[in-house]
């Protein structure tokens, strides 16, 4: 159904474009071919990535090591992090979920309270420390969680809650935290889809408890593979490093320096989560570009907004994207029963569409978990249409997006 997959196997060089898009990378730049599919997601792999890629693969150093460490240091001074924050990279934003779940002590007996309307691999994070998700609604404005249904749900097993930012919209994080401090609960925003987003001036990331961000094949930022947790405790650093490196302890500091060291001890249960040197290199490339890449993606969001606001048939997110770095744009149509139809329509003339997402609840391994009620994921879930979004889109490809959603209503 979505076109993650769909990414053309050509490169084309970049045609005339209009003034508002800029693009830092230099090179070759994915740009689909009037004829093609134009797909929902198209990551922007140009001569920098390459050529970072290929100085990393020469080096020969792949595990963690000096690109480890500095990709982490430019992550923070992107985000802002005053010394009191920390950033850890990790293998995936699930897995960085994981270990922010793990630190937040979190395990079997407790309850973590997520929205149903979420990318299930936030769902998959919690429930793999032997938690039990219990699932929450979302506000019908924001489609982010809803602080009056996490209260709902809360018991005495209630441990966390897990925010997500929707398309790069932040949830109502000061309603969500003055729940947390009220029952002693910690916060674990998923902001995969927030990378550079900021609510009320303050970066996602730079503010609040755990936050974690994910570098996958299709999010603002890609290192092929990649995450990363934020975390305000100190005393958490130690405990990640060991956790994202099979519990093997004093090992991280020596291998930012391009040391392995031969004695060391294993002090608890572990994973396989680490940030290799060849992923953080392309990163690294990736981050010196993410500001024309956000700034484009408003651009492109408000002309979709401008270009299909006035259709009595669709809903675009009511959001100014001032603050927003937009990850997905999405559409609701208010007759959900046209949805199949719609994006058949669009599939015919050339745009790629997607689904995000279908409610949690909904799939066979989460069927028995409890469960606030969920009226508003109910209908969400078979309204939202995602349109394709890149970092870089000519305008000719946006007009046809465009048309090709008016001609449905024609
Ligand atoms: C992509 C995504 C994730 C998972 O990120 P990975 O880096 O692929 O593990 C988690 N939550 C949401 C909302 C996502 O979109």
């Given at each position: 159904?979505?076109?993650?997959?769909?990414?053309?196997?050509?490169?084309?060089?970049?045609?005339?474009?209009?003034?508002?898009?800029?693009?830092?990378g230099?090179?070759?730049?994915?740009?689909p071919?009037?004829?093609?599919?134009?797909?929902?997601?198209?990551?922007?792999?140009?001569?920098?990535?390459?050529?970072?890629?290929?100085?990393?693969?020469?080096?020969?150093?792949?595990?963690?090591?000096?690109?480890?460490?500095?990709?982490?240091?430019?992550?923070?001074?992107?985000?802002?992090?005053?010394?009191?924050?920390h950033?850890?990279?990790?293998?995936?934003?699930?897995?960085?979920?994981?270990?922010?779940?793990?630190?937040?002590?979190i395990?079997?007996?407790?309850?973590?309270?997520?929205?149903?309307?979420?990318?299930?691999?936030?769902?998959?994070?919690?429930?793999?420390?032997?938690?039990?998700?219990v699932f929450?609604?979302?506000?019908?404005?924001?489609?982010?969680v809803?602080?009056?249904?996490?209260?709902?749900?809360?018991?005495?097993?209630?441990?966390?809650?897990?925010?997500?930012?929707?398309?790069?919209?932040?949830?109502?994080?000061?309603?969500?935290?003055?729940?947390?401090?009220?029952?002693?609960?910690?916060?674990?925003?998923?902001?995969?889809?927030?990378?550079?987003?900021?609510?009320?001036?303050r970066?996602?990331?730079?503010?609040?408890?755990?936050?974690?961000?994910?570098?996958?094949?299709?999010?603002?930022?890609?290192?092929?593979?990649?995450?990363?947790?934020v975390?305000?405790?100190?005393?958490?650093?130690?405990?990640?490093?060991?956790?994202?490196?099979i519990?093997?302890?004093?090992?991280?500091?020596?291998r930012?320096?391009?040391?392995?060291?031969?004695?060391?001890?294993?002090?608890?249960?572990?994973?396989?989560?680490?940030?290799?040197?060849?992923?953080?290199?392309?990163?690294?490339?990736?981050?010196a570009?993410?500001?024309?890449?956000?700034?484009?993606?408003?651009?492109?969001?408000?002309?979709?907004?401008?270009?299909?606001?006035?259709?009595?048939?669709?809903?675009?997110?009511?959001?100014?994207?001032?603050?927003?770095?937009?990850?997905?744009?999405?559409?609701?149509?208010?007759?959900?029963?046209?949805?199949?139809?719609?994006?058949?329509?669009l599939?015919?003339?050339?745009v790629?569409?997607?689904v995000?997402?279908?409610?949690?609840?909904?799939?066979?391994?989460?069927?028995?978990?409890?469960?606030?009620?969920?009226?508003?994921?109910?209908?969400?879930?078979?309204?939202?249409?995602t349109?394709?979004?890149?970092?870089?889109?000519?305008?000719?490809?946006?007009?046809?997006?465009?048309?090709?959603?008016?001609?449905?209503?024609?």
């Amino acid at each position: 159904m979505t076109a993650e997959a769909a990414a053309p196997s050509h490169i084309l060089r970049q045609g005339a474009e209009s003034a508002e898009t800029t693009f830092g990378g230099g090179g070759a730049l994915p740009v689909p071919r009037a004829d093609d599919l134009i797909p929902l997601y198209l990551p922007v792999l140009g001569a920098a990535e390459q050529q970072a890629a290929a100085a990393a693969l020469a080096d020969g150093w792949l595990g963690i090591g000096p690109l480890t460490g500095r990709f982490e240091r430019e992550l923070g001074a992107f985000l802002g992090l005053r010394p009191d924050r920390h950033l850890v990279s990790t293998s995936s934003c699930t897995s960085a979920l994981h270990l922010a779940a793990l630190t937040a002590g979190i395990g079997p007996g407790a309850e973590v309270i997520c929205p149903s309307f979420t990318y299930v691999a936030g769902h998959q994070a919690m429930s793999a420390t032997g938690a039990d998700v219990v699932f929450c609604d979302i506000d019908p404005k924001t489609l982010t969680v809803d602080p009056a249904s996490v209260r709902s749900v809360i018991t005495p097993r209630t441990r966390a809650i897990q925010v997500v930012h929707y398309a790069g919209v932040p949830a109502d994080l000061d309603a969500i935290h003055a729940i947390a401090a009220e029952h002693d609960l910690r916060v674990i925003e998923d902001a995969a889809h927030a990378f550079g987003s900021s609510s009320r001036g303050r970066a996602i990331g730079s503010f609040g408890d755990l936050v974690c961000f994910s570098f996958g094949p299709v999010k603002m930022i890609t290192s092929l593979e990649g995450g990363a947790v934020v975390s305000p405790r100190v005393e958490d650093v130690q405990l990640l490093h060991e956790l994202r490196l099979i519990g093997v302890t004093a090992d991280t500091d020596a291998r930012y320096a391009r040391q392995r060291m031969w004695e060391y001890d294993v002090v608890r249960q572990g994973y396989r989560y680490h940030l290799g040197s060849l992923p953080a290199a392309i990163g690294l490339a990736q981050l010196a570009q993410v500001d024309a890449f956000i700034a484009n993606r408003r651009s492109y969001c408000r002309q979709y907004d401008a270009g299909l606001s006035d259709l009595d048939g669709v809903e675009p997110m009511a959001v100014a994207w001032d603050e927003i770095a937009p990850y997905m744009y999405v559409l609701r149509l208010r007759d959900a029963s046209l949805r199949a139809g719609f994006m058949a329509h669009l599939r015919g003339l050339g745009v790629a569409t997607g689904v995000h997402y279908m409610g949690g609840h909904t799939f066979t391994h989460y069927r028995e978990c409890q469960r606030a009620d969920l009226s508003v994921t109910e209908t969400v879930a078979e309204q939202v249409v995602t349109l394709p979004l890149h970092s870089f889109m000519t305008e000719q490809t946006r007009e046809r997006v465009i048309a090709a959603v008016r001609s449905y209503f024609s």
